[in-house]
């Protein structure tokens, strides 16, 4: 039994590698190795598992219950076994097309037939394995697990050597397609400005602005910026506006910055800007998979805003800087800081920013700007810092 220990040594890997289902079934066929001193002879078994994604962090539970028919070597008799546990699942890095797996928990077995002091008993499982996709939701699922059972005040080991279907499903979301509208027949405001169209001059007004009868735009301040463009609809007579119909000499956001002079109009006050009104470094609130650099999909907008800023403004490159918190070795923190500043920068590259202008780097767990000792402030420390450089 001690060389079967040495099994589980051989399937290990690094970095958790997340799968974006809710669930993974997997129908499980194997091979159970029963200790010497037991009188059952070793016998396949079969059964299913189900793994939920979205609880945890990074170990997810797993629910497991299999079935057998055993056979006394000493009677013949052959009992129905059945095998229940329930184990945390912690998946590695795809080594390859492999992603590699380890799992323990806890377990009741219990057999209908009973002979030389067999019990039904609780156990204690660990075990590796492998899932090795063949297309977007299935893979071939491997394991070697190890079940340590307390049965009539002795400790019987035990060997299931599994193979089966892994099936990951939920987390989709099918597409909803509207039905079509019947026609209404009554008279139509395309653009909601209260002239309909059949008069309406200016039929792609701005919802919302004021028009005259004739469905177009108005300068209500007079300030000779049209309402459907003027950003300040209510500024003062006389005062001198730029082509949004704000006052030049104003400063709307109190960023320190004349809005004539400030390319970043909608700064929070209290923020430290630079001489154009921008954020000088700010965090992108960029978030990735669990212990990976793969950007969450719900991330991509805040990158592409900056990206579409970086191409309106050529003037400026930039420094991404990823960080993480302190959970793990520092070392492997460092390298995961540094793919996932190379994984923002290289989806600002995508977005049309050139590629000289942008300079990743990692940081690891230096620079913490919250408490590492809480789950929030671990949370606020992982994080990807973005800095404006002047050219």
């Known amino acids: 039994m001690k060389k079967l220990l040495l099994i589980p040594a051989l399937m290990?890997?690094?970095?958790?590698?997340?799968?974006?289902?809710?669930?993974?079934?997997?129908?499980?066929?194997?091979?159970?190795?029963?200790?010497?001193?037991?009188?059952?002879?070793?016998?396949?078994?079969?059964?299913?598992?189900?793994?939920?994604?979205?609880?945890?962090?990074?170990?997810?539970?797993?629910?497991?219950?299999?079935?057998?028919?055993?056979?006394?070597?000493?009677?013949?008799?052959?009992?129905?076994?059945?095998?229940?546990?329930?184990?945390?699942?912690?998946?590695?890095?795809?080594?390859?097309?492999?992603?590699?797996?380890?799992?323990?928990?806890?377990?009741?077995?219990?057999?209908?037939?009973?002979?030389?002091?067999?019990?039904?008993?609780l156990f204690l499982d660990a075990g590796v394995g492998a899932k090795i996709p063949f297309s977007k939701q299935f893979a071939l699922k491997m394991e070697a697990i190890y079940t340590a059972d307390d049965n009539d005040a002795r400790v019987d080991s035990n060997l299931a050597l599994l193979v089966g279907?892994?099936?990951?499903?939920?987390?989709?979301?099918?597409?909803?397609?509207?039905?079509?509208?019947?026609e209404v027949k009554k008279p139509i405001d395309d653009d909601k400005d209260g002239v309909v169209n059949s008069i309406d001059k200016c039929p792609n007004t701005i919802p919302n602005i004021v028009v005259d009868a004739n469905g177009c735009s108005v300068d209500t301040d007079n300030d000779g910026v049209l309402n459907s463009v003027d950003s300040c609809p209510k500024t003062i007579t006389g005062t001198t506006v730029d082509a949004k119909g704000c006052d030049v000499n104003a400063d709307d956001d109190k960023d320190g910055v004349i809005n004539s002079k400030d390319i970043c109009p909608d700064s929070v006050e209290g923020d430290i800007v630079n001489s154009d009104g921008c954020i000088a470094k700010m965090n992108l609130d960029v978030t990735f998979r669990n212990n990976s650099a793969i950007i969450a999909e719900e991330s991509y907008k805040n990158i592409n805003d900056y990206a579409t800023f970086l191409n309106t403004y050529n003037g400026y490159n930039t420094k991404i800087t990823g960080y993480t918190d302190s959970m793990g070795e520092e070392s492997y923190n460092q390298q995961l800081s540094e793919k996932r500043a190379n994984a923002v920068k290289d989806m600002l590259i995508v977005n049309g920013v050139d590629n000289l202008r942008v300079v990743a780097e990692g940081k690891g767990e230096a620079n913490p700007i919250a408490d590492n000792k809480t789950r929030d402030g671990r949370a606020k420390n992982r994080r990807i810092e973005a800095e404006l450089i002047k050219k």
């Open 12 to 121: 290990l890997g690094t970095l958790a590698n997340a799968n974006p289902y809710d669930y993974e079934i997997s129908p499980m066929i194997g091979y159970n190795i029963n200790e010497n001193n037991l009188d059952l002879d070793n016998h396949f078994e079969a059964g299913a598992e189900l793994q939920f994604n979205k609880i945890g962090e990074t170990i997810h539970p797993e629910i497991s219950l299999f079935y057998a028919k055993g056979e006394y070597k000493t009677s013949g008799n052959e009992p129905d076994m059945y095998r229940i546990a329930i184990n945390g699942v912690y998946e590695f890095e795809k080594l390859g097309n492999v992603t590699p797996l380890v799992k323990a928990g806890i377990g009741y077995r219990t057999l209908d037939v009973r002979e030389d002091k067999t019990t039904d008993s």
């Open 165 to 182: 279907i892994n099936f990951s499903f939920g987390g989709e979301k099918p597409t909803i397609v509207a039905k079509p509208v019947e």
